[in-house]
Structure formats: structure tokens, C-alpha cells
């Protein structure tokens, strides 16, 4: 699978197993079996010093960056070109 291959879904799914945009994230896990836990380190973002195969083989930085590019070019290629 090469990057033009890639869906958006792919992306997210490379990022922390605890963020909350990962798709095949632990969400549904962690309220179906630890309903009454906090979820302080739960959220739209990697949890602090996790080791999940994603944060520990760095797929969660890629993936972030990947991300975080994708939005900037979305946001230039809405700009109009400057006309004189």
C-alpha cells in the first residue's frame, strides 16, 4: 500500500490505541469492561507514555504529521491565488 492508496481512516487508524480519533481505537473496550475509570488520558491525542504498537513503533508521530500536513494542504488549496 503506498501513501496515494491511503484513506483517511487509514491514517487515523495508525494513531494511539487511546486516541479517541483512531477508529480502531480502545474506546468501546474501555467503557464496556472499565465503565466507572477516568478518562484523563483518553482524548484526541496519544495517552502519556503509552506503548501500544502504535506509539512504540512510531506510527503515531507519522500518523499525526501526516495528518497535520493533509490539513495544510487542504487549507492552500482552498486559498485564492493573489491577482493584480
Known sequence: MTIED???EDFYSNLCY???RNPRGL??????YLP???DGDIGEHAKKDCSC??????RT???EHIIDLREI????????????
Open 18 to 20: 487511546y486516541d479517541l
Open 61 to 63: 508521530k507519522l500518523a
Open 6 to 8: 491511503m484513506k483517511t
Open 27 to 32: 474506546k468501546e473496550i474501555i467503557d464496556i
Open 53 to 58: 504498537d502504535n506509539c512504540f513503533y512510531g
Open 73 to 84: 494542504l487542504k487549507y492552500i488549496i482552498h486559498l485564492k491565488p493573489i491577482t493584480n
Open 36 to 38: 466507572d475509570e477516568e
